[in-house]
Each structure stands twice: as C-alpha cells, then as structure tokens.
C-alpha cells in the first residue's frame, strides 16, 4: 500500500528534523521527505494538521506474559496495547515461563509476534540457564535466533565468577549483557529503606543494594574491557537496566566518564513517583525497583535530561487481578505502563522545562543508540525517520490531555500507579512498516 501523509510536524531527534512537511511511504519504506513526486498516487493519504508526526518509539523494557503466564496477559493484549501507545520497537525480557533460555523458544515467540503485525519484538536471552546464574546459555545460537542480548531480568547473579565470564564470553563476540543492578541479599525487601519503610513495618531495600551491585559490575568490567581491547576482541556493552538512586546514577555517571562501555534506563514510575505515593499500603506501587525518596527522583529525572540516563521505558510487567490484591509485601510486582510511555515522557519534559525533541529522544534514538550493531538491517530504521528506511511511525496530537482510565487501557493488566493521572499528549495513529496497525476516529477522518 502507498501512504502520503501529509501536514505533520515532522519530528526526529535522530537527524534533528522539526518541520511541516509531508511523508510519502510505499512498499513498507519511506520514499520521500517533504517534496513528494507529482507522480506518486496513494492508496491512502492520512491528514496528520495538528499532529506531531515522530518516529516509532522504542521501549527497553515490555514484558509480553508468554509464554507461560498468559493467565496475566496474551501477547495479542499487550503487541495492542504497545502500538496504542506508539510502541514500534520493544525489548522483551527472558523471564518467561518457560526462560528463554533455548533457540526454539525465541522462535516461537518471534513467529507469534510477527503474525500479529504490530510492534516490532526483540527478545532478550537468558545470560544463564534458567536464570539460575549457574551455567551459562548457548548466546551464539540464541543470537542466530533473534536475541539482541543477555539477560537475568530481575535475578542477579550471585557468584562473581559467573559474571565475570559471562561478560568475557560476551566481549569475545561484541554482544550486550543487560543487567539490573541489585545485590542478592540486600535486594530481598518490598520498599526503598528510609522512615517511610521503617513507619509502615516494610523490609527496605536500600541504595545500597544498587550501588554495591555497580561497584562489582564496574569492577569487573574494567578488567574485561581491558583485555578484549588488548586481544583486538569486539568487547562487551553492558546495559543498566532501571537505575533508581541518586547513589547509583552518580557511579554511572563516573563509569561514563571513564570509558567504560555502559548505558543506562530509568523506569517512568522511578521518574515520576516516590516512596510517599505507597500511601495507604497502596499494592499498585509495589515495584521493581521499589519508588525511592524525591533526592532520588530529582536526580533521576536531571540524569535523564543531561544524557547520563539513555532511555525511557515503561517497564510494561501486566499483573493479573488476584496477584494484586494482596497485603502490600505479598502483592507481586509489575504494572502496566506501556500505553502511557509517551504521555509520561511529555508530562517529564513539560515539568522540568524541557522541549518536546527532548522527550522524543529519550524514546527514540536514545534507546535505538543501545540496541545499535544488535538490529541488523533495521539499525538506521528503528528510532528514526529517513528516506529508505522502514515506516515505522508514531502520530500524536500535542495538545489532547487524558485521565487514564484502566479499564480503558487495551493491555490485559489494569493496574496502574498513574489511574487517574492526566497525560498531556495523545496518539492518534501507529504505523509498522507502511501498515496502519493503530488508529483512532481523529486519524481515520
């Protein structure tokens, strides 16, 4: 199908485009920019006036619930919900049931994703098998079956060992290991440590636990680095999955300036709500990582505004109903976020001052800079608008505010920490490769 749409506000962090202009796509790709031939016929033209035309965005972490949990979510709920909220691109967790821990379990969820249509999906390997962080996986053979890096999702590797070669193991074939960090021991709580845990009888998880972990990784990392760069070896990358202190941020900040190959994201529930929004043992704010004191949010959000902090993410985990009505420390964490990715990013640059590009950024090619070499042929098409790439785009009108409604949202979780809130910008329609795989009436007319 050959789309033109035309009178957007054509937005794209990537090159720094911010102009009226219009798009002409056919056969799935961009073709032009702005000046569209007088030959070009199209099967549709979609009037974008008013609208921000961007590009598709790209999200770091979305956990789909199959296979094996689609008792709190099915992939066709959640591939919906991501190209509601403009999600073109989204990284998916090994945390699965059964872990993505073998080649045909990769492929199989690859195949499922790509008859829906939707966003596009990378899976995460495990980095160890069964996420046990005791032996680790065939990377190269997960690798040839789609796999973009490695991963523990939320188990953190206790013997140092194991980590260790695992990133050596890594550096010899270039690939990026994704790591949240938190010490095994001190991580086991339900709330960030503070008065606040300490006056509702909550075990805390203190800042601690995320800058001990640092500090290994570092550590460890110096040394690896080191001697693939002697060995002429491509090296590891290793991303921080959802840094959520002040403590921590400063270390990332000193690993950067050092030279050390690290990227980070920030969760947009660390980014916009703290220890206080518990309120009354409220179970939508059990997280991972927990929402921690306001020092630490600023921080976060001035990391994220200076580029210490690479990407946004929604860090999209669906819970099912009865997981969640439970007393606080035994509710199960998650919840879900993807549909409000842009909205939050916006609200995040609205308060701070920031301009809309810097929102955008944060969720296109900051994140497409992570993924990087890991795309293939996709990497100058994913986070970004250019002639020849793919069409992937994400139209959203600036100025239609929302109150989020759960029952309203399209994933299959409903539970949200943001109920209520009101979101500042809305998308009107979803492109995936030339297709149309979202739109509202707005669009549509």
């Not at 190209?83 to 379990?105: I, K, M, N, Q, R």
Request: hydrophobic content about 45%; some cysteine; proline content about 6%.
């Amino acid at each position: 199908m050959k789309i033109l749409i035309q009178n957007g506000r054509v937005m794209d962090p990537a090159t720094g485009r911010d102009e009226l202009a219009d798009i002409a796509i056919a056969a799935g790709r961009i073709i032009a920019i702005g000046k569209v031939a007088p030959d070009f016929h199209p099967n549709r033209s979609i009037d974008a006036s008013g609208l921000v035309v961007a590009p598709g965005l790209v999200d770091l972490s979305v956990r789909l619930r199959e296979p094996g949990q689609e008792h709190a979510a099915m992939l066709e709920s959640e591939m919906a919900a991501a190209v509601a909220g403009g999600v073109t691109s989204l990284v998916c967790p090994p945390d699965t049931e059964p872990v993505l821990d073998e080649p045909g379990l990769v492929d199989m969820l690859k195949f499922r994703a790509e008859k829906l249509h939707q966003s596009r999906v990378f899976p995460l390997g495990a980095l160890t098998r069964g996420l046990k962080g005791e032996v680790l996986t065939e990377m190269a053979e997960l690798t040839e079956s789609g796999c973009i890096g490695f991963g523990q999702a939320e188990v953190p590797i206790v013997n140092s060992q194991v980590l260790q070669r695992a990133l050596q193991y890594a550096a010899t074939f270039g690939y990026t290991v994704w790591l949240r960090p938190q010490d095994f021991w001190l991580g086991k709580g339900v709330a960030a440590s503070g008065p606040l845990a300490t006056r509702m009888g909550l075990a805390g998880v203190p800042a601690a636990a995320e800058t001990i972990a640092l500090h290994t990784l570092f550590e460890l990392l110096r040394g690896v680095h080191g001697a693939a760069k002697a060995a002429g070896e491509k090296g590891v990358h290793v991303h921080l999955c959802r840094i959520s202190s002040a403590a921590g941020l400063d270390l990332v900040r000193q690993a950067k300036a050092e030279g050390l190959p690290v990227s980070c994201d920030v969760s947009v529930h660390n980014l916009h709500l703290t220890d206080v929004d518990i309120g009354f043992y409220d179970s939508r704010m059990r997280l991972q990582p927990p929402l921690r004191q306001q020092r630490d949010r600023e921080a976060l959000r001035a990391g994220l505004a200076d580029g210490t902090i690479d990407a946004l993410v929604s860090d999209h985990n669906p819970v099912d109903a009865d997981a969640k009505v439970l007393p606080f420390a035994e509710a199960e964490p998650g919840a879900t976020a993807v549909e409000l990715l842009l909205g939050l990013a916006a609200k995040w640059a609205q308060q701070d001052g920031l301009g809309l590009m810097q929102a955008l950024t944060v969720l296109t090619s900051g994140p497409q800079a992570v993924l990087g070499g890991a795309l293939g042929t996709l990497q100058h098409s994913v986070g970004q608008i250019s002639v020849g790439g793919s069409a992937d785009l994400c139209l959203f009108d600036p100025n239609a505010s929302w109150a989020v409604d759960p029952a309203a949202l399209r994933s299959q979780g409903k539970h949200t920490p943001f109920e209520g809130h009101e979101m500042p910008v809305r998308v009107r329609a979803t492109l995936v490769a030339g297709q149309v795989a979202y739109e509202t009436a707005r669009a549509a007319a």
